[in-house]
T-cell receptor, first 112, second 111 residues
Framework: DAGVIQSPRHEVTEMGQEVTLRCKPI?????LFWYRQTMMRGLELLIY????????DSGMPEDRFSAKMPNASFSTLKIQPSEPRDSAVYFC??????????FGQGTRLTVV | QKEVEQNSGPLSVPEGAIASLNCTYS??????FFWYRQYSGKSPELIMS????GDKEDGRFTAQLNKASQYVSLLIRDSQPSDSATYLC???????????FGTGTRLTIIP
């Protein structure tokens, strides 16, 4: 298995634009997590899914953020409109029943 | 109180010495505990998991768990420059599938 795959690896966008981050979890994993990492706040959980259903989105900072998981092999995190304070590294991770989370390579988002 | 707390460091250790990393957690019912290593610019990768009180050894790494004290630690023996990274402690709160991470401890091994 190729592991968790995220795209794009880097994204630079202008304030106000829509940004879509993509994730393909490890096949067979039932859980998918979206994290955001910044120097100030560390690794924060934004939302997670179980069997494609959102379970906890309490970490989503505001309504500008949304996430979907239309099937077991694909998820998106969308920011609309983007703001400079959204600049961070966004990680997708997946896990099975062991609760061990395997991370993708991350998307470094810069909003200018 | 934060759910998972770690000393942010930086922690500097001479090559060949033992590096000791500590983590405390607030949810007494937590069941699963993990240590992740993150190199600069890379994603976190799992290095140790521990589920019961006591020690668990894997090569140069030993994880220690004390549920009564709500404390988990990671020891790295014979530290190597390649161990220089940020180490993240992660915990599953009771009855919860999600991992909560500490802010990480930055470790530097001095040759």
């Amino acid at each position: 298995d190729a592991g968790v795959i995220q795209s794009p690896r880097h994204e630079v966008t202008e304030m106000g634009q829509e940004v879509t981050l993509r994730c393909k979890p490890i096949s067979g994993h039932d859980y998918l997590f979206w994290y955001r990492q910044t120097m100030m706040r560390g690794l924060e959980l934004l939302i997670y899914f179980n069997n494609n259903v959102p379970i906890d989105d309490s970490g989503m900072p505001e309504d500008r953020f949304s996430a979907k998981m239309p099937n077991a092999s694909f998820s998106t995190l969308k920011i609309q409109p983007s703001e400079p304070r959204d600049s961070a590294v966004y990680f997708c991770a997946s896990s099975g029943t062991s609760w061990v989370a395997f991370f993708g390579q991350g998307t470094r988002l810069t909003v200018v | 109180q934060k759910e998972v707390e770690q000393n942010s460091g930086p922690l500097s250790v001479p090559e060949g010495a033992i590096a000791s990393l500590n983590c405390t957690y607030s949810d007494r019912g937590s069941q699963s505990f993990f240590w992740y290593r993150q190199y600069s610019g890379k994603s976190p990768e799992l290095i140790m998991s521990i589920y019961s009180n006591g020690d668990k050894e894997d090569g140069r790494f030993t994880a220690q768990l004390n549920k009564a004290s709500q404390y988990v630690s990671l020891l790295i023996r014979d530290s190597q420059p390649s161990d220089s990274a940020t180490y993240l402690c992660a915990v599953n709160p009771a009855g919860n599938e999600k991992l909560t991470f500490g802010t990480g401890t930055r470790l530097t091994i001095i040759p």
